[in-house]
Protein backbone atom coordinates (compact mmCIF):
# COMPACT_ATOMS: atom_id res chain seq x y z
CA UNK A 1 0.00 0.00 0.00
CA UNK A 2 1.58 3.74 -0.62
CA UNK A 3 1.71 6.22 2.09
CA UNK A 4 -0.34 9.42 1.80
CA UNK A 5 2.02 12.02 1.94
CA UNK A 6 1.51 14.30 5.34
CA UNK A 7 0.01 11.31 6.78
CA UNK A 8 2.93 9.74 8.44
CA UNK A 9 6.16 11.07 9.56
CA UNK A 10 8.88 9.35 11.19
CA UNK A 11 11.97 10.81 13.40
CA UNK A 12 15.59 9.99 13.18
CA UNK A 13 18.14 11.05 15.78
CA UNK A 14 21.97 11.20 14.76
CA UNK A 15 24.03 11.26 17.77
CA UNK A 16 27.72 12.72 16.46
CA UNK A 17 30.92 13.31 17.86
CA UNK A 18 29.76 16.92 18.70
CA UNK A 19 26.28 17.25 18.32
CA UNK A 20 22.61 16.02 17.86
CA UNK A 21 20.41 15.90 14.53
CA UNK A 22 17.14 15.15 14.92
CA UNK A 23 15.24 15.27 11.50
CA UNK A 24 11.55 14.64 11.30
CA UNK A 25 10.40 13.27 7.71
CA UNK A 26 7.58 12.44 6.08
CA UNK A 27 7.43 8.51 5.56
CA UNK A 28 5.75 8.48 2.19
CA UNK A 29 8.44 10.25 0.18
CA UNK A 30 11.57 10.86 2.66
CA UNK A 31 11.04 14.57 2.13
CA UNK A 32 12.14 16.87 5.23
CA UNK A 33 9.49 18.24 7.41
CA UNK A 34 12.21 19.53 10.25
CA UNK A 35 15.12 19.42 11.60
CA UNK A 36 17.12 20.43 14.18
CA UNK A 37 21.21 20.58 15.59
CA UNK A 38 22.08 21.03 18.97
CA UNK A 39 25.60 20.90 20.06
CA UNK A 40 26.31 19.01 23.40
CA UNK A 41 26.79 21.51 26.38
CA UNK A 42 29.78 19.76 28.42
CA UNK A 43 31.21 18.34 25.43
CA UNK A 44 31.61 21.99 23.71
CA UNK A 45 33.48 23.28 26.81
CA UNK A 46 36.19 20.80 26.48
CA UNK A 47 34.95 19.22 29.88
CA UNK A 48 36.30 15.80 31.39
CA UNK A 49 38.25 15.19 28.24
CA UNK A 50 42.65 14.69 27.93
CA UNK A 51 43.61 15.59 24.34
CA UNK A 52 47.29 15.06 25.27
CA UNK A 53 46.59 11.30 26.39
CA UNK A 54 43.66 10.52 23.95
CA UNK A 55 40.99 10.30 26.13
CA UNK A 56 37.75 11.22 25.18
CA UNK A 57 34.57 11.14 27.28
CA UNK A 58 31.00 12.62 27.35
CA UNK A 59 28.69 13.08 30.16
CA UNK A 60 25.03 11.51 29.68
CA UNK A 61 23.45 14.39 30.38
CA UNK A 62 24.66 15.77 27.67
CA UNK A 63 22.83 13.51 25.67
CA UNK A 64 19.43 14.17 27.49
CA UNK A 65 20.00 17.98 27.30
CA UNK A 66 20.03 17.51 23.13
CA UNK A 67 17.50 14.54 23.06
CA UNK A 68 15.04 17.20 24.94
CA UNK A 69 16.44 20.56 23.09
CA UNK A 70 16.21 18.65 19.13
CA UNK A 71 12.92 17.19 19.76
CA UNK A 72 11.58 19.33 22.15
CA UNK A 73 11.69 21.80 19.05
CA UNK A 74 10.49 19.97 16.30
CA UNK A 75 7.40 18.84 18.88
CA UNK A 76 6.70 22.50 19.38
CA UNK A 77 5.76 22.19 15.39
CA UNK A 78 2.09 21.43 16.66
CA UNK A 79 -0.18 18.61 17.22
CA UNK A 80 -1.32 18.02 13.78
CA UNK A 81 2.22 17.05 12.91
CA UNK A 82 3.21 15.63 16.09
CA UNK A 83 -0.20 13.13 16.50
CA UNK A 84 1.30 11.51 13.31
CA UNK A 85 4.44 10.56 13.95
CA UNK A 86 4.22 6.85 13.58
CA UNK A 87 8.55 5.86 14.63
CA UNK A 88 11.47 7.14 15.98
CA UNK A 89 14.85 5.67 15.58
CA UNK A 90 18.06 6.74 17.29
CA UNK A 91 21.60 6.03 15.96
CA UNK A 92 24.89 6.99 17.99
CA UNK A 93 28.65 7.08 17.32
CA UNK A 94 30.64 4.06 18.65
CA UNK A 95 31.71 1.88 20.21
CA UNK A 96 30.79 4.76 22.86
CA UNK A 97 29.76 2.27 25.94
CA UNK A 98 29.61 3.61 29.77
CA UNK A 99 29.53 1.58 33.11
CA UNK A 100 25.79 1.72 34.70
CA UNK A 101 24.15 0.41 37.14
CA UNK A 102 21.50 -2.68 37.71
CA UNK A 103 18.61 -0.11 36.00
CA UNK A 104 21.00 0.55 32.62
CA UNK A 105 21.61 3.79 33.73
CA UNK A 106 24.67 5.40 33.27
CA UNK A 107 26.76 5.99 36.87
CA UNK A 108 28.01 9.32 35.85
CA UNK A 109 23.88 10.65 36.72
CA UNK A 110 24.51 8.67 39.90
CA UNK A 111 25.43 12.01 42.93
CA UNK A 112 28.69 10.16 43.80
CA UNK A 113 30.17 9.31 40.17
CA UNK A 114 28.80 12.63 38.26
CA UNK A 115 31.87 14.10 38.07
CA UNK A 116 34.32 11.22 37.21
CA UNK A 117 35.40 10.67 33.58
CA UNK A 118 35.50 6.63 34.16
CA UNK A 119 31.86 6.69 35.01
CA UNK A 120 30.86 8.42 31.40
CA UNK A 121 30.43 7.38 27.97
CA UNK A 122 33.98 6.39 26.40
CA UNK A 123 33.94 8.05 22.83
CA UNK A 124 34.85 6.02 19.60
CA UNK A 125 37.79 8.07 19.65
CA UNK A 126 39.30 7.44 23.04
CA UNK A 127 42.62 5.85 22.55
CA UNK A 128 43.75 5.01 26.16
CA UNK A 129 42.50 1.34 26.33
CA UNK A 130 45.43 0.50 23.60
CA UNK A 131 46.96 -1.77 26.62
CA UNK A 132 44.07 -3.59 27.62
CA UNK A 133 43.28 -4.19 23.43
CA UNK A 134 46.66 -5.53 23.04
CA UNK A 135 45.93 -7.46 26.99
CA UNK A 136 42.43 -8.98 25.10
CA UNK A 137 44.06 -9.92 21.64
CA UNK A 138 46.76 -11.93 23.58
CA UNK A 139 44.42 -13.79 25.55
CA UNK A 140 42.26 -14.79 22.41
CA UNK A 141 45.39 -15.80 20.48
CA UNK A 142 46.48 -17.96 23.86
CA UNK A 143 43.67 -19.12 25.78
CA UNK A 144 43.65 -22.65 24.39
CA UNK A 145 39.73 -21.99 22.67
CA UNK A 146 38.26 -20.29 19.66
CA UNK A 147 39.69 -16.93 18.72
CA UNK A 148 37.11 -14.71 19.25
CA UNK A 149 38.63 -12.49 16.79
CA UNK A 150 38.03 -13.69 14.07
CA UNK A 151 34.73 -12.03 12.71
CA UNK A 152 36.20 -8.94 14.10
CA UNK A 153 38.93 -8.59 11.27
CA UNK A 154 41.44 -10.79 13.64
CA UNK A 155 42.58 -8.58 16.27
CA UNK A 156 40.60 -6.39 18.72
CA UNK A 157 40.81 -2.41 18.65
CA UNK A 158 41.38 -0.32 21.53
CA UNK A 159 38.17 1.35 19.98
CA UNK A 160 36.09 -1.01 21.40
CA UNK A 161 33.65 -1.95 24.00
CA UNK A 162 35.45 -4.83 26.04
CA UNK A 163 38.57 -2.61 26.08
CA UNK A 164 36.87 0.41 27.33
CA UNK A 165 35.25 -1.81 29.83
CA UNK A 166 38.41 -3.40 31.35
CA UNK A 167 40.03 0.52 30.87
CA UNK A 168 37.58 1.96 32.93
CA UNK A 169 37.61 -0.59 35.80
CA UNK A 170 41.91 -0.05 35.40
CA UNK A 171 41.15 3.21 35.79
CA UNK A 172 38.86 3.34 38.91
CA UNK A 173 38.41 0.35 41.08
CA UNK A 174 35.06 2.65 42.39
CA UNK A 175 33.37 2.12 38.91
CA UNK A 176 34.16 -1.49 38.78
CA UNK A 177 32.71 -2.18 41.67
CA UNK A 178 29.67 -0.37 40.97
CA UNK A 179 28.83 -1.55 37.60
CA UNK A 180 26.33 -3.94 36.85
CA UNK A 181 26.74 -4.02 33.62
CA UNK A 182 28.30 -2.11 30.53
CA UNK A 183 25.91 -0.12 27.76
CA UNK A 184 26.21 1.06 24.27
CA UNK A 185 25.19 4.74 23.63
CA UNK A 186 23.10 3.79 20.84
CA UNK A 187 21.16 0.87 23.94
CA UNK A 188 20.76 3.49 26.40
CA UNK A 189 18.84 5.84 24.12
CA UNK A 190 16.44 3.32 23.03
CA UNK A 191 16.19 2.07 26.96
CA UNK A 192 15.79 5.59 28.48
CA UNK A 193 13.22 6.23 25.99
CA UNK A 194 11.26 3.17 26.25
CA UNK A 195 11.30 3.06 30.04
CA UNK A 196 13.56 -0.30 30.10
CA UNK A 197 13.50 -0.92 34.26
CA UNK A 198 16.42 -3.10 34.16
CA UNK A 199 19.50 -3.69 32.12
CA UNK A 200 17.77 -7.59 31.66
CA UNK A 201 15.31 -5.90 29.81
CA UNK A 202 17.17 -4.00 27.57
CA UNK A 203 17.28 -5.21 23.77
CA UNK A 204 20.91 -4.93 22.72
CA UNK A 205 21.62 -3.81 19.41
CA UNK A 206 23.25 -6.53 16.81
CA UNK A 207 24.94 -3.75 14.92
CA UNK A 208 26.88 -3.10 18.38
CA UNK A 209 27.42 -6.04 19.78
CA UNK A 210 28.26 -7.70 16.70
CA UNK A 211 30.80 -5.31 15.48
CA UNK A 212 32.65 -3.81 18.30
CA UNK A 213 31.54 -6.48 21.34
CA UNK A 214 32.46 -10.25 19.90
CA UNK A 215 29.23 -11.54 19.72
CA UNK A 216 28.72 -13.99 16.67
CA UNK A 217 25.74 -16.47 16.62
CA UNK A 218 28.61 -18.81 16.77
CA UNK A 219 29.82 -18.48 19.82
CA UNK A 220 26.08 -18.47 20.98
CA UNK A 221 26.32 -14.64 22.03
CA UNK A 222 29.61 -12.78 23.10
CA UNK A 223 32.97 -14.71 24.18
CA UNK A 224 31.67 -16.34 27.56
CA UNK A 225 32.71 -15.81 31.20
CA UNK A 226 35.27 -18.45 31.37
CA UNK A 227 37.37 -16.63 28.75
CA UNK A 228 36.72 -13.52 30.21
CA UNK A 229 37.68 -14.72 33.90
CA UNK A 230 40.98 -15.75 32.32
CA UNK A 231 41.32 -12.44 31.33
CA UNK A 232 40.20 -9.93 34.49
CA UNK A 233 37.40 -11.80 36.53
CA UNK A 234 35.53 -8.06 36.86
CA UNK A 235 34.38 -8.98 33.22
CA UNK A 236 32.23 -12.01 34.03
CA UNK A 237 29.50 -10.30 35.31
CA UNK A 238 29.40 -8.13 32.49
CA UNK A 239 29.63 -10.83 30.00
CA UNK A 240 26.65 -12.10 32.08
CA UNK A 241 25.02 -8.66 32.05
CA UNK A 242 24.75 -8.63 28.46
CA UNK A 243 22.52 -12.20 27.73
CA UNK A 244 22.75 -13.67 24.12
CA UNK A 245 20.56 -12.35 22.41
CA UNK A 246 21.19 -9.57 20.00
CA UNK A 247 18.86 -7.51 17.90
CA UNK A 248 18.46 -5.94 14.43
CA UNK A 249 17.13 -2.21 13.87
CA UNK A 250 14.43 -3.07 11.90
CA UNK A 251 12.56 -4.41 15.22
CA UNK A 252 10.95 -1.78 17.75
CA UNK A 253 13.30 -1.97 20.98
CA UNK A 254 9.69 -1.06 22.68
CA UNK A 255 7.16 1.71 23.04
CA UNK A 256 8.01 5.69 23.65
CA UNK A 257 7.09 5.66 27.48
CA UNK A 258 4.84 8.32 28.98
CA UNK A 259 7.43 9.77 31.51
CA UNK A 260 9.44 10.82 27.96
CA UNK A 261 6.36 11.38 26.17
CA UNK A 262 5.45 13.79 28.03
CA UNK A 263 9.10 15.51 28.11
CA UNK A 264 9.63 15.79 24.61
CA UNK A 265 6.07 16.55 23.81
CA UNK A 266 5.13 13.68 21.74
CA UNK A 267 2.21 11.36 21.92
CA UNK A 268 3.12 7.93 23.71
CA UNK A 269 3.34 4.46 22.39
CA UNK A 270 5.55 5.34 19.14
CA UNK A 271 7.86 2.76 18.12
CA UNK A 272 11.04 2.99 19.20
CA UNK A 273 13.47 0.93 16.93
CA UNK A 274 16.51 -0.72 18.19
CA UNK A 275 19.22 1.45 18.22
CA UNK A 276 22.58 1.18 16.14
CA UNK A 277 25.71 2.81 15.22
CA UNK A 278 25.46 6.10 13.09
CA UNK A 279 28.09 4.51 9.96
CA UNK A 280 25.38 1.64 9.77
CA UNK A 281 22.19 3.74 9.52
CA UNK A 282 23.83 6.51 7.67
CA UNK A 283 25.37 3.48 4.96
CA UNK A 284 21.41 2.52 4.38
CA UNK A 285 20.77 6.40 3.90
CA UNK A 286 23.29 6.63 1.57
CA UNK A 287 21.86 3.24 -0.80
CA UNK A 288 24.32 0.82 0.59
CA UNK A 289 23.37 -2.76 -1.11
CA UNK A 290 25.33 -5.73 -2.22
CA UNK A 291 28.77 -3.89 -4.25
CA UNK A 292 27.76 -0.96 -3.21
CA UNK A 293 30.35 0.79 -0.75
CA UNK A 294 29.25 3.96 1.23
CA UNK A 295 31.65 5.80 2.75
CA UNK A 296 30.19 7.95 6.02
CA UNK A 297 32.82 10.68 5.76
CA UNK A 298 33.16 13.32 9.11
CA UNK A 299 35.56 13.52 11.81
CA UNK A 300 36.71 10.01 11.01
CA UNK A 301 35.17 7.60 8.17
CA UNK A 302 33.66 4.48 8.73
CA UNK A 303 33.48 2.02 5.43
CA UNK A 304 30.47 -0.06 4.85
CA UNK A 305 28.91 -2.51 2.45
CA UNK A 306 26.78 -5.41 2.40
CA UNK A 307 26.74 -8.65 0.76
CA UNK A 308 24.60 -12.08 0.42
CA UNK A 309 25.39 -14.72 3.21
CA UNK A 310 27.82 -17.02 1.89
CA UNK A 311 26.52 -20.76 2.00
CA UNK A 312 28.73 -23.09 4.17
CA UNK A 313 31.31 -21.82 6.14
CA UNK A 314 31.64 -18.09 6.86
CA UNK A 315 34.53 -16.44 4.49
CA UNK A 316 36.25 -14.24 7.06
CA UNK A 317 37.74 -10.61 5.72
CA UNK A 318 41.33 -10.02 7.52
CA UNK A 319 41.83 -6.52 9.14
CA UNK A 320 37.96 -4.94 9.20
CA UNK A 321 35.81 -3.66 11.92
CA UNK A 322 33.77 -6.88 11.73
CA UNK A 323 31.28 -8.92 9.93
CA UNK A 324 27.86 -9.20 11.45
CA UNK A 325 24.52 -10.64 9.98
CA UNK A 326 22.21 -8.09 9.94
CA UNK A 327 23.73 -5.50 11.32
CA UNK A 328 23.42 -3.09 8.73
CA UNK A 329 20.40 -4.68 6.60
CA UNK A 330 18.81 -7.95 8.23
CA UNK A 331 19.09 -10.91 5.58
CA UNK A 332 22.34 -9.47 4.33
CA UNK A 333 26.01 -9.67 5.80
CA UNK A 334 26.93 -6.57 7.08
CA UNK A 335 30.50 -5.51 6.54
CA UNK A 336 32.28 -2.23 8.26
CA UNK A 337 36.30 -0.50 7.85
CA UNK A 338 37.25 2.83 7.96
CA UNK A 339 39.48 5.57 9.39
CA UNK A 340 40.21 6.94 12.36
CA UNK A 341 40.64 10.27 11.37
CA UNK A 342 39.52 11.66 8.56
CA UNK A 343 38.35 15.35 8.69
CA UNK A 344 40.30 15.56 11.83
CA UNK A 345 43.27 15.14 9.89
CA UNK A 346 42.27 18.53 7.90
CA UNK A 347 41.10 20.26 11.44
CA UNK A 348 44.42 19.11 12.49
CA UNK A 349 45.96 21.64 10.38
CA UNK A 350 43.45 24.33 10.71
CA UNK A 351 44.22 24.55 14.02
CA UNK A 352 47.98 24.02 13.42
CA UNK A 353 47.81 27.36 10.97
CA UNK A 354 45.35 29.30 13.69
CA UNK A 355 47.88 28.54 16.50
CA UNK A 356 49.48 32.49 15.86
CA UNK A 357 45.79 34.01 15.61
CA UNK A 358 44.78 32.84 19.21
CA UNK A 359 48.23 32.76 21.02
CA UNK A 360 49.54 36.40 19.42
CA UNK A 361 46.67 38.52 18.37
CA UNK A 362 44.79 38.84 22.15
CA UNK A 363 48.05 40.20 23.08
CA UNK A 364 48.34 43.08 20.04
CA UNK A 365 47.48 45.90 22.20
CA UNK A 366 46.81 48.43 19.20
CA UNK A 367 43.18 46.54 18.98
CA UNK A 368 40.10 46.15 20.33
CA UNK A 369 39.35 43.34 21.94
CA UNK A 370 35.84 42.92 19.85
CA UNK A 371 38.01 43.42 16.85
CA UNK A 372 40.25 40.68 17.83
CA UNK A 373 37.84 38.02 18.41
CA UNK A 374 35.80 39.25 15.19
CA UNK A 375 39.18 38.80 12.80
CA UNK A 376 39.93 35.78 14.75
CA UNK A 377 36.65 33.90 14.16
CA UNK A 378 36.24 35.22 10.25
CA UNK A 379 39.63 34.04 10.25
CA UNK A 380 38.76 30.33 11.46
CA UNK A 381 35.97 29.98 9.02
CA UNK A 382 37.43 31.32 6.11
CA UNK A 383 41.10 29.39 6.54
CA UNK A 384 39.92 25.67 4.90
CA UNK A 385 37.94 27.09 1.81
CA UNK A 386 40.83 29.07 1.17
CA UNK A 387 43.53 26.53 1.32
CA UNK A 388 41.19 23.95 -1.08
CA UNK A 389 40.89 26.54 -3.38
CA UNK A 390 44.46 26.65 -3.43
CA UNK A 391 45.46 23.30 -3.00
CA UNK A 392 43.31 22.64 -5.94
CA UNK A 393 45.71 24.41 -8.33
CA UNK A 394 48.76 22.13 -7.03
CA UNK A 395 49.89 19.25 -9.46
CA UNK A 396 50.40 16.04 -7.64
CA UNK A 397 53.16 15.10 -9.52
CA UNK A 398 55.16 18.20 -8.85
CA UNK A 399 54.30 18.74 -5.10
CA UNK A 400 56.39 15.64 -3.68
CA UNK A 401 55.27 15.92 -0.60
CA UNK A 402 53.70 12.36 0.86
CA UNK A 403 51.40 12.32 4.15
CA UNK A 404 50.40 9.18 6.29
CA UNK A 405 47.02 10.18 7.95
CA UNK A 406 47.14 7.97 10.80
CA UNK A 407 46.95 10.97 12.91
CA UNK A 408 44.90 9.22 15.19
CA UNK A 409 45.98 5.59 14.83
CA UNK A 410 45.03 3.29 12.23
CA UNK A 411 41.56 1.85 12.14
CA UNK A 412 41.25 -0.77 9.50
CA UNK A 413 42.70 -2.53 7.71
CA UNK A 414 44.69 -4.35 10.69
CA UNK A 415 43.90 -1.83 13.56
CA UNK A 416 46.89 -0.45 15.52
CA UNK A 417 45.54 2.78 17.37
CA UNK A 418 49.09 3.06 18.86
CA UNK A 419 50.81 3.97 14.90
CA UNK A 420 51.29 8.17 13.86
CA UNK A 421 51.10 10.01 11.00
CA UNK A 422 53.97 11.58 9.25
CA UNK A 423 54.93 13.88 5.96
CA UNK A 424 57.78 13.42 4.06
CA UNK A 425 59.59 15.02 0.68
CA UNK A 426 59.23 18.65 2.67
CA UNK A 427 61.43 21.25 1.11
CA UNK A 428 61.73 25.07 1.39
CA UNK A 429 59.08 25.31 -1.64
CA UNK A 430 56.49 23.28 0.35
CA UNK A 431 53.71 25.76 1.96
CA UNK A 432 50.28 25.47 3.54
CA UNK A 433 48.34 24.58 0.27
CA UNK A 434 51.31 21.80 -0.89
CA UNK A 435 50.89 20.14 2.40
CA UNK A 436 47.13 20.46 2.93
CA UNK A 437 46.49 19.10 -0.96
CA UNK A 438 48.83 16.17 0.57
CA UNK A 439 46.61 15.55 3.89
CA UNK A 440 43.81 15.20 1.59
CA UNK A 441 45.75 12.53 -0.68
CA UNK A 442 46.70 10.72 2.16
CA UNK A 443 43.09 10.36 3.35
CA UNK A 444 42.11 9.16 0.00
CA UNK A 445 45.20 6.50 -0.02
CA UNK A 446 43.56 5.50 3.27
CA UNK A 447 40.38 5.20 1.53
CA UNK A 448 42.28 3.01 -0.88
CA UNK A 449 43.93 0.62 1.19
CA UNK A 450 40.36 -0.49 2.73
CA UNK A 451 38.92 -0.75 -1.19
CA UNK A 452 41.80 -3.41 -2.00
CA UNK A 453 41.43 -5.07 1.45
CA UNK A 454 38.01 -5.52 0.57
CA UNK A 455 38.77 -6.90 -2.68
CA UNK A 456 41.62 -9.01 -1.83
CA UNK A 457 39.25 -10.59 0.68
CA UNK A 458 36.58 -11.57 -2.00
CA UNK A 459 33.78 -8.56 -1.19
CA UNK A 460 32.71 -7.27 -4.58
CA UNK A 461 32.81 -3.01 -4.92
CA UNK A 462 31.28 -1.39 -7.45
CA UNK A 463 30.26 1.52 -6.85
CA UNK A 464 30.97 4.32 -4.17
CA UNK A 465 29.06 6.65 -2.17
CA UNK A 466 30.27 9.06 0.10
CA UNK A 467 27.99 11.10 3.00
CA UNK A 468 28.65 13.30 5.69
CA UNK A 469 30.16 16.63 6.38
CA UNK A 470 33.30 16.24 4.17
CA UNK A 471 31.72 14.53 1.42
CA UNK A 472 29.23 17.23 1.41
CA UNK A 473 31.91 20.05 1.67
CA UNK A 474 35.06 19.36 0.17
CA UNK A 475 34.80 19.00 -3.48
CA UNK A 476 38.57 18.62 -3.70
CA UNK A 477 38.88 15.92 -0.87
CA UNK A 478 35.93 13.85 -3.72
CA UNK A 479 37.44 14.98 -6.27
CA UNK A 480 41.08 13.18 -5.32
CA UNK A 481 39.18 10.17 -3.87
CA UNK A 482 37.49 9.18 -7.27
CA UNK A 483 41.08 9.74 -8.36
CA UNK A 484 42.60 8.02 -6.11
CA UNK A 485 40.40 4.94 -6.34
CA UNK A 486 39.79 5.67 -10.04
CA UNK A 487 35.70 5.06 -9.20
CA UNK A 488 32.94 7.49 -9.66
CA UNK A 489 32.21 8.74 -6.08
CA UNK A 490 28.45 9.48 -5.64
CA UNK A 491 27.12 11.98 -3.48
CA UNK A 492 23.49 11.92 -2.37
CA UNK A 493 21.05 14.78 -2.19
CA UNK A 494 21.09 14.85 1.88
CA UNK A 495 22.08 17.17 4.41
CA UNK A 496 21.23 14.53 6.95
CA UNK A 497 21.90 11.58 5.20
CA UNK A 498 23.05 9.29 8.47
CA UNK A 499 19.44 10.62 10.75
CA UNK A 500 17.85 10.04 6.90
CA UNK A 501 18.99 5.98 7.49
CA UNK A 502 17.92 6.29 10.97
CA UNK A 503 14.60 7.62 10.26
CA UNK A 504 14.11 5.01 7.51
CA UNK A 505 14.70 2.21 10.60
CA UNK A 506 12.24 4.33 12.27
CA UNK A 507 9.61 3.39 8.95
CA UNK A 508 10.37 -0.14 9.24
CA UNK A 509 10.14 -0.58 13.06
CA UNK A 510 6.71 1.46 12.47
CA UNK A 511 5.53 -1.04 9.92
CA UNK A 512 4.90 1.60 7.12
CA UNK A 513 7.27 -0.57 4.75
CA UNK A 514 8.05 -4.56 5.07
CA UNK A 515 11.81 -4.08 4.57
CA UNK A 516 14.67 -2.13 4.75
CA UNK A 517 14.90 -2.06 0.86
CA UNK A 518 11.01 -1.34 0.22
CA UNK A 519 11.84 1.73 2.93
CA UNK A 520 14.73 3.04 1.23
CA UNK A 521 13.31 3.08 -2.49
CA UNK A 522 10.72 5.34 -0.91
CA UNK A 523 12.84 7.32 0.93
CA UNK A 524 16.10 7.89 0.36
CA UNK A 525 17.77 10.81 -0.79
CA UNK A 526 19.18 10.66 -5.05
CA UNK A 527 22.11 10.85 -6.28
CA UNK A 528 22.85 14.99 -6.42
CA UNK A 529 26.61 14.82 -7.78
CA UNK A 530 28.70 12.50 -9.31
CA UNK A 531 32.81 13.11 -9.10
CA UNK A 532 34.30 10.86 -11.99
CA UNK A 533 38.11 9.85 -12.40
CA UNK A 534 40.27 11.91 -14.14
CA UNK A 535 42.59 9.21 -16.39
CA UNK A 536 45.83 11.33 -15.83
CA UNK A 537 45.51 12.29 -12.57
CA UNK A 538 44.65 8.32 -11.64
CA UNK A 539 47.74 7.68 -13.18
CA UNK A 540 49.69 9.83 -10.84
CA UNK A 541 48.16 8.59 -8.17
CA UNK A 542 48.98 5.12 -8.93
CA UNK A 543 52.80 5.85 -8.31
CA UNK A 544 52.26 8.46 -5.05
CA UNK A 545 50.35 5.54 -3.67
CA UNK A 546 53.30 3.32 -3.78
CA UNK A 547 55.20 6.55 -1.82
CA UNK A 548 52.35 6.43 0.64
CA UNK A 549 52.42 2.79 1.38
CA UNK A 550 56.50 2.53 1.54
CA UNK A 551 56.24 6.14 3.95
CA UNK A 552 53.09 3.64 6.04
CA UNK A 553 55.76 0.40 5.90
CA UNK A 554 58.76 2.82 7.57
CA UNK A 555 56.58 4.33 9.91
CA UNK A 556 55.22 1.05 11.14
CA UNK A 557 58.71 -0.35 11.17
CA UNK A 558 59.58 2.28 13.26
CA UNK A 559 57.00 2.49 15.72
CA UNK A 560 57.56 1.19 19.65
CA UNK A 561 55.36 0.18 21.97
CA UNK A 562 53.01 2.52 23.94
CA UNK A 563 55.02 3.74 27.01
CA UNK A 564 58.24 2.49 25.49
Known sequence: MELKKGEHYVMGLDYGSDSCRTVLIDAADGSEVGMVVMAYPRWAKGLYCR?????????????????????GALSRAGTEVTAKIRGIAIDTTGSTPCAADRRGMPLALEPGFSENPSAMFVLWKDHTA??????????????????????????????????????????????????ATVIEHCDWMTALLTGAPDAASIKRSRCAMGHKAMWHAEFGGCPPADFWARLDKRLVKIRESLGNETYTSDKAAGLLCAHWAERLGLPEGIPVAVGAYDAHMGAVGGGVKPGRLVRVMGTSTCDVIVAPKAPGEEPLVRGICGQVDGSVIPGLTGYEAGQSAFGDVYAWFKKLLLWPIEALLPHIPAVD??????????????????????????????SGVVALDWLNGRRTPDADQTLSGALSGLTLDSDAPKIYRALIESTAFGARAIVERFREQGVPIESIAGVGGVARRSPLAMQVLADVLNMPIEIPANDQTVALGAAIFAAVAAGLYPDVPAAQKAVGSPVETVYTPNPALVRAYDKIYGCYKALGAFVESRNLPQGA
Open 369 to 398: QSAKEKAAQTLAKLILPALEKEAALVEPSV
Open 130 to 179: VGEARRINEAARTWGGTDFTKFSGGAYSAEWFWAKALRVFDEDPHVAEAA
Open 51 to 71: PGINRFRQHPQDYIDVLEGTV
